[in-house]
């Protein structure tokens, strides 16, 4: 059964470390004096709407494959890997067998993460609004999501474009913009600061059962 959808519990949701504080929903003009890009609208039209299609699927095992090709074709996970673990990411370039365990522990939880929250919006519908192009290659796409049964949520997505197509690499929620990976990276650090003591491994292996958590949650949900 959903349950309504509101941008606490999405933020939440989506970071999976419990739940933080948000200001009021609101929505913003769009820039028109803004140079848009129709290429990575786009994307993310198609992309978000194939994710949303995917989870009205009944077929469990189906559903999560559907999701996870959409996800990794669709989100940048490696990059967005690397930068959430801010200055601690310099300890990977020293161990390569570390480096990979992180990318691929990290891979699993942002696909855990967002198949759990976006459960939630099975039968939602988005609108692309409008496009700002910040540099040559990064675009950053407002939309808004109509859950059914919930308020819309202006959602911001940031693209990036390289020989290999568009990929998204943040994603905000509501008109203050607050870019999630900027947000998990604060908390990562934050964990590995005052609770892990700097130590990456005890890192991955809380991010795993995190992972464990999430999905056993959106199978219950099913």
């Known amino acids: 059964m959903n349950r309504p959808v509101t941008r606490a519990t999405f933020l939440s949701g989506l970071l999976g470390l419990g739940a933080i504080a948000v200001a009021p929903d609101a929505y913003a003009t769009c820039n028109t004096n803004a140079v848009r890009n129709a290429d990575a609208e786009q994307f993310v039209q198609r992309s978000a709407a194939e994710a949303l299609a995917a989870l009205g699927n009944s077929n ?73 192009e910040q540099t040559a290659t990064t675009v950053v796409v407002d939309s808004t999501v109509r859950p059914r049964g919930g308020d819309p949520m202006r959602v911001q997505w940031k693209v990036l474009r390289s020989q290999a197509g568009w990929k998204a690499t943040d994603v905000a929620v509501g008109a203050d913009g607050v870019w999630l990976s900027q947000l998990q990276q604060r908390l990562f650090m934050r964990q590995l600061d005052t609770q892990f003591n700097g130590d990456l491994r005890l890192l991955v292996a809380d991010v795993r059962q995190r992972t464990t958590t999430l999905r056993r949650t959106t199978v219950a949900r099913s």
């Open 60 to 132: 469990i095992a189906q559903r999560e494959t559907q999701f996870r090709t959409l996800m990794t074709r669709f989100a940048d996970t490696r990059r967005i890997g690397l930068f959430v673990l801010g200055r601690y990411r310099g300890a990977l370039e020293q161990d390569t067998a570390l480096r990979t365990e992180w990318l691929s522990t990290f891979q699993e939880f942002a696909i855990a993460t967002y198949q759990n929250q976006f459960a939630s919006f099975n039968g939602a519908r988005i609108e692309v609004n409008c496009s700002e």
